[in-house]
């Protein structure tokens, strides 16, 4: 199962579909493949129903949230220093923008290979939380991905019934964002460390409930 | 037989004395009090109420069966019914979306009904306290009279908890001021349910049942943690 050659069968065979590598260093080596949100159910109907591929199992399907980040980089820039051009370092930082991601793991149960891991990325964080949700090509997605939207706050469209599924219904904001902030409930902590202890003292500063 | 001690010299008011007792029972006569009658009646018939909440329920399950006889101790009959039941054993994690139905069920138990909370989550939230969904112990909510500690306990662990119940139903005394909850009209048997709010239960604990222990916390600049 190598991930270029089903990306080259996909965009040969889905007209306008452009997907990227994502590459995994890690030993296991996992690269993955990112999808546009306009070609994912082609993309995921082809992976299911194509000869070779017969993906029939969706295993996994998981969100990861990326929030803003700057990212430093160090580039050669040319100035003039004492009147010489010379080539100088210069740090480069750019802000990248959040997003939230989904990730499928896929595997055939037919031809017993995979996994194929796709991902789709949303636009930002706060508004642009749409992604096509692939529940109507494998049916095992539908609970993932509500628990997906419960926990990370993407919006699967087309999912027959998105409601939250661990937490309760009129509960506020995705715990699994990292900015989530959990409740001041640190009346009673009796062995406090690191980040509990930070959060103990600040409930004992502030006098907070009891 | 010892005539003279039945005689004379014994205060009828009060309990009676071990070592007449005991040498009436030598005797062939078999005396008792209703008290102890009552308090051996229910400490024998513990009936569970069948539910588990996690991989602690799994080893309740355990000590039900044949290898640890759960059914030794009176208690082998878990009743699907809350109104049927005397005991209810919180065995495992305590989500805040569960903890209404938790202490739902524990109102609807009829009286006198005790409470057992197994292992580490119940007891405190366990590995999961600073999740997100977690409550931190069911004591904040319902009167809990056996902690068992553990990640799951073993079965011996709450066969050693059903006999530390048995022995505190067993000194309950039916009246005076230290009489128990069930036989005192200005106690509650119904406890507050709490609300689904935006981040958390509403209220987050009972403070009639439960409050915060006092805890030394260094309220200092140090990193490294508490003492």
Redesign the interface.
């Known amino acids: 199962m190598n991930p270029e050659t089903i990306k080259s069968e996909l965009e040969a065979n889905i007209p306008g579909c452009v997907l990227q590598l994502v590459t995994n260093a890690s030993p296991c080596a996992q690269h993955s493949l990112l999808m546009d949100a306009e070609h994912a159910i082609a993309v995921a109907t082809y992976l299911r129903d194509a000869a070779g591929l017969r993906m029939d199992f969706c295993s996994n399907v998981t969100g990861i949230d990326w929030p803003q980040r700057e990212v430093s980089e160090k580039i050669k820039v040319k100035k003039l220093v004492d009147g010489v051009e010379t080539e100088v370092d210069e740090v480069k930082k750019t802000v990248v923008p959040g997003y939230l991601e989904a990730v499928y793991h896929l595997y055939s149960m037919e031809l017993k290979h995979g996994p194929v891991i796709l991902r789709m990325r949303t636009q930002d964080r706060d508004a642009g939380v749409h992604l096509p949700s692939l529940m109507h090509v494998w049916r095992s997605a539908d609970l993932q991905e509500r628990e997906i939207f419960d926990l990370y706050g993407i919006i699967f469209d087309g999912h027959h019934d998105l409601r939250r599924l661990l937490m309760w219904e009129n509960f506020v904001d995705h715990p699994m964002r990292r900015d989530y902030v959990d409740p001041d409930d640190y009346e009673y902590e009796p062995t406090a460390h690191d980040e509990v202890l930070r959060r103990a003292q600040q409930h004992r500063a502030e006098g907070g409930r009891q | 037989m010892g005539s003279e001690e039945t005689s004379a010299g014994v205060d009828v008011t009060g309990p009676m004395d071990e070592q007449l007792k005991a040498e009436l029972s030598r005797q062939g006569i078999f005396t008792t009090t209703l008290q102890e009658l009552y308090n051996w009646g229910r400490k024998n018939s513990l009936w569970p109420l069948n539910f588990g909440l996690a991989c602690c329920a799994i080893e309740m399950i355990a000590a039900t069966m044949a290898r640890y006889d759960l059914a030794r101790f009176g208690a082998e009959v878990f009743r699907p019914s809350p109104r049927q039941a005397d005991l209810m054993i919180v065995a495992g994690t305590v ?3 569960m903890a209404p139905q938790v202490i739902r069920l524990y109102n609807q138990m009829p009286e006198p009904k005790y409470v057992i909370s197994m292992g580490a989550c119940a007891i405190s939230g366990g590995p999961f306290k ?1 999740g ?2 977690v409550l ?1 112990g069911i004591d904040r909510f319902i009167p809990v009279d056996v902690y068992i500690p553990g990640c799951p306990p073993r079965p011996e662990a709450l066969l050693d908890a059903f006999m530390s119940l048995q022995k505190m139903i067993d000194e309950q005394h039916l009246t005076g001021a230290t009489r128990p909850r069930h036989l005192r009209a200005d106690r509650p048997s119904e406890f507050q349910l709490p609300e ?1 709010g ?3 239960l509403e209220p ?1 604990s009972n ?1 009639a049942v439960w ?3 006092l ?1 030394q ?3 200092g600049n140090n ?1 490294s ?2 003492d």
């Open positions: 989500t805040k979306k600073q997100y969904n931190k689904f935006a981040h958390d987050s403070p409050q915060a222990p805890v916390i260094k309220t990193e943690g508490d």
